[in-house]
């Protein structure tokens, strides 16, 4: 079940979900519309998943950035989103989508129990200027079903996770990560 405008904004004044900073204007039928933050790291030469990821960190100006083809980009949300509760599920929309631009197509699930501020895996078809803080998606929240099980206690690798991120895929590899 996915929550309402203001099914979210009842269970943010509830303390039920953090959206910081929240604002209520961002509030859609279904969804909170995310906003780029102001940092990128721009990933560099061939990735290997058994290597930690080289990249070069950038803050995008207020006069924007423009991103090319054939880069892959880690950005991060404005907001820092979650909830013990519910359960998020964060995409772009259909106004960066018309831009060519795809954002964090291969993870979108947000555990119950984890309050982030998302790291973005962002591609573009053609070269467009992005700007910080710009509307960049949507994020749903979900009600969960069972027993509840947080993020927190899991002992998950990205649980302390709070910005951009590179794969830790390399910890598994390496045998110093948890195992599936």
């Not at 102001?38 to 924007?64: K, M, Q, W, Y």
């Not at 831009?99 to 501020?117: M, N």
């Amino acid at each position: 079940m996915i929550l309402t405008g203001p099914a979210i904004a009842a269970a943010v004044a509830a303390g039920e979900i953090a959206i910081d900073p929240f604002e209520p204007a961002r509030l859609s039928p279904n969804a909170y519309d995310w906003r780029l933050g102001s940092t990128l790291r721009i990933c560099d030469g061939d990735l290997d998943a058994a290597t930690p990821t080289v990249f070069n960190e950038t803050t995008i100006p207020d006069d924007g950035f423009v991103l090319v083809p054939g880069v892959l980009y880690l950005g991060v949300t404005h907001e820092r989103t979650g909830s013990e509760r519910y359960a998020q599920f964060l995409n772009g929309d259909c106004t960066i989508g018309a831009l060519g631009i795809w954002v964090h197509v291969s993870a979108p699930l947000g555990h119950a129990g984890h309050a982030i501020r998302w790291t973005l895996e962002i591609r573009v078809a053609r070269p467009v200027r992005v700007y910080p803080g710009m509307t960049f998606g949507k994020l749903v929240f979900l009600q969960t079903f069972g027993g509840s099980c947080s993020y927190q206690s899991t002992g998950r690798k990205y649980r302390h996770s709070d910005g951009i991120d590179i794969s830790r895929l390399y910890e598994e590899i390496q045998g110093e990560g948890e195992r599936p």
